[in-house]
């Protein structure tokens, strides 16, 4: 990062103001130098000059290291969430392929349309969704290269059942 130690501050203010002590000053007239030998103005009315471009300079310093302090700590909290949110577990929809998964204690479901109620099924998190989905398609791609589809059937107990199948090879198999 940069050093903001007093000294380099007041090296740069004392550059811009040395470049503004010669703009203020007419091109025909010879200048007598900003700085004396003990490092301050010649003269008074120049001195009050000098002394207010310097408190605005470094007010205009402050200012913009304030907001980059502020614009690098909305960087790092933007940057924690996204660590965070990596920590869980997202599934993407194997209906849509476009929506993550949502997971209640009690149901799966999808905006899509997909809803699979769980509570006859315990345990099933987003990690075992994830292990049985994985098995499924690992299992069809065995004999298969075919790319299967997967789709929601009610079972005779009024339950929807997450299915894998392939019309290639007449797969068919139960996730969920």
Partial sequence: ????????????????????????????????SLWGP?????????????????????????????EYERNLQFEQQYISSLVEGMDEMHIVCPICHMNNLSFSSSFISCPC??????????????????????ARVSEH???????PVFSVTPNTDSHASLMISCQACDYLSVVL
Avoid: F
Avoid at 113 to 134: A, H
């Fill in 141 to 147: 791609m065995e004999d298969c290269l075919h790319s």
């Fill in 38 to 66: 003990h490092g301050v103005a010649q003269e008074c009315d120049e001195l009050a000059v000098l002394e207010e471009i310097h408190r605005e300079l470094m007010s205009q310093e402050m200012s913009i290291i304030d």
């Fill in 113 to 134: 349309g997909l809803y699979i109620n769980t509570k006859v099924c315990r345990n099933i998190s987003p990690d075992v969704l994830q292990r049985l989905l994985e």
């Fill in 1 to 32: 990062l940069r050093d903001n130690s007093p000294r380099s501050s007041s090296i740069i203010v004392q550059e811009v103001m040395e470049e503004e002590w010669s703009a203020l000053q007419p091109d025909d007239q010879r200048l007598p």
